[in-house]
Antibody, heavy 123, light 107 residues
Framework: EVQLVQSGVEVKKPGESLKISCKGS????????IGWVRQMPGEGLEWVGI????????RYSPSFEGQVTISVDNSISTAYLQWSSLQASDTAIYYC????????????????WGQGTLVTVSS | DIQMTQSPSSLSASIGDRVTFTCRASQGISNYLAWLQQKPGKAPKSLIY???NLQSGVPSRFSGSGSGTVFALTISSLEPEDFATYYCQQYYTYPQTFGQGTRLEIK
């Protein structure tokens, strides 16, 4: 069974750093893209970025480029989303998703989702 | 970025009704379109990919259509568990982008 299990709730102060995780199991981790999506309170879904664990090819939405970093550790089948300096506006639920490869360099649609990680940034 | 626009923003319907949601892309995306369902407090669930293909385990009352810039998601006969918010997502190019969602409520 394919599963994406995300790390738990985080409560941080502005300016702090954070790294949340998404662990894949039940499939070959390096053969599928892992994407990240933000959902701010009461709002819709926003695409943050995506990484291909096979070669660490990473793409970001222009809205998030430079604000976050996506990475992977293939030895433990885990993808990460990290911030070096959080802001209150980063308060949201972050979801990871698995995507098949549809063409060289291109990710397909999501087929499995993590349960989400709630990040709250408040002084 | 490709803009995805969904209509309506919300819809009230009854059990057994047939409902259709629309999603429009700001430029042609072939059939690189997915539909997602999200219930309150839950992660999204993938329903449809390539505009019209059901993900594994998705009931056949869901169907998708369209190509290019106009797409539709139809639920042929609403069940109680279908009341949720529905999003379209294009994966034709980066960044992948979502529509703003259509909230389906019980009448």
């Amino acid at each position: 069974e394919v599963q994406l299990v995300q790390s738990g709730v985080e409560v941080k102060k502005p300016g702090e750093s954070l790294k949340i995780s998404c662990k894949g199991s039940g499939y070959s981790f390096t053969n599928y893209w892992i994407g990240w999506v933000r959902q701010m309170p009461g709002e819709g879904l926003e695409w943050v970025g995506i990484i291909y664990p096979g070669d660490s090819d990473t793409r970001y939405s222009p809205s998030f480029e430079g604000q976050v970093t996506i990475s992977v550790d293939n030895s433990i089948s885990t993808a990460y989303l990290q911030w070096s300096s959080l802001q209150a506006s980063d308060t949201a639920i972050y979801y990871c998703s698995r995507h098949e490869v549809v063409a060289v360099l291109y990710a397909g649609p999501p087929d499995h989702w993590g349960q989400g990680t709630l990040v709250t940034v408040s002084s | 970025d490709i803009q995805m626009t969904q209509s309506p923003s919300s819809l009230s319907a009854s059990i057994g009704d047939r409902v259709t949601f629309t999603c429009r892309a700001s430029q042609g995306i072939s059939n690189y379109l997915a539909w997602l369902q999200q219930k309150p407090g839950k992660a999204p669930k993938s329903l449809i990919y390539a505009a019209s293909n059901l993900q594994s385990g998705v009931p056949s009352r869901f169907s998708g259509s369209g190509s290019g810039t106009v797409f539709a998601l139809t639920i042929s006969s609403l069940e109680p568990e279908d009341f949720a918010t529905y999003y379209c997502q294009q994966y034709y190019t980066y960044p992948q982008t979502f529509g703003q969602g259509t909230r389906l409520e019980i009448k």
